[in-house]
T-cell receptor, first 115, second 116 residues
Framework: SAVISQKPSRDICQRGTSLTIQCQVD?????MFWYRQQPGQSLTLIAT?????????ESGFVIDKFPISRPNLTFSTLTVSNMSPEDSSIYLC????????????FGPGTRLTVL | GNSVTQMEGPVTLSEEAFLTINCTYT??????LFWYVQYPGEGLQLLLK?????DKGSNKGFEATYRKETTSFHLEKGSVQVSDSAVYFC???????????????FGKGTKLSVKP
């Protein structure tokens, strides 16, 4: 298994500001993903964080709004830029290994409230 | 495209009742199937999984069988407890070309409340 930590666990931010969320995995993983869970909703994939290259974004999510870094095999960051109240959500990081090991592990999430 | 459909909630049961949460999927290729659970105020935890047809995943008294013929992965538990109150998500993932793991595709979630 893999243990994933996220920082911060929660934050309250002002409209127009940006917040960077950190995701740390306790072992090397191939795949890392960022999801958003809006209040009372399911999880929606924002992007796949690729090590050493640009993230792969899902439809409806763009790099300018959600820049992602993945400098190595155990760490990634997601920035929520120029925030508005509609960005209030739980943001979750997940990680998995490739080549047939198809279980994904989730971090505890970052609960973001934008005023 | 690939998608997961699970029964709408909320579901309210009395303790020791039988639980079924239906989940069906649409997928190109051969997905792996999962049930995740989210307890109040906590993150997402893997409950059980099945990687091929006819596999049965089980954990903590919960079971689900991968039925390719009906494209289903229904979650069952014979006797629920108050501590099982949570939101349950059915999900699938497909391998990418080259064997790397794809992202998870989630159903909308089913909220279960168990009353004493």
């Amino acid at each position: 298994s893999a243990v994933i930590s996220q920082k911060p666990s929660r934050d309250i931010c002002q409209r127009g500001t940006s917040l960077t969320i950190q995701c740390q995995v306790d072992s090397q993983v191939t795949m890392m993903f960022w999801y958003r869970q809006q209040p009372g909703q399911s999880l929606t994939l924002i992007a796949t964080a690729n090590q050493g290259s640009e993230a792969t974004y899902e439809s409806g999510f763009v790099i300018d709004k959600f820049p992602i870094s993945r400098p190595n095999l155990t760490f990634s960051t997601l920035t929520v830029s120029n925030m508005s109240p509609e960005d209030s959500s739980i943001y979750l990081c997940s990680a998995g290994r490739s080549l047939g090991y198809n279980e994904q592990f989730f971090g505890p999430g970052t609960r973001l409230t934008v005023l | 495209g690939n998608s997961v459909t699970q029964m709408e909630g909320p579901v309210t049961l009395s303790e020791e009742a039988f639980l079924t949460i239906n989940c069906t999927y649409t997928a190109t290729g051969y997905p792996s199937l999962f049930w995740y659970v989210q307890y109040p105020g906590e993150g997402l935890q893997l409950l059980l999984k099945a990687t091929k047809a006819d596999d049965k995943g089980s954990n903590k008294g919960f079971e689900a069988t991968y039925r390719k013929e009906t494209t289903s992965f229904h979650l069952e538990k014979g006797s629920v407890q108050v501590s099982d109150s949570a939101v349950y998500f059915c999900a699938l993932t497909l391998m990418n070309y080259g064997g790397s793991q794809g992202n998870l595709i989630f159903g909308k979630g089913t909220k279960l409340s168990v009353k004493p």
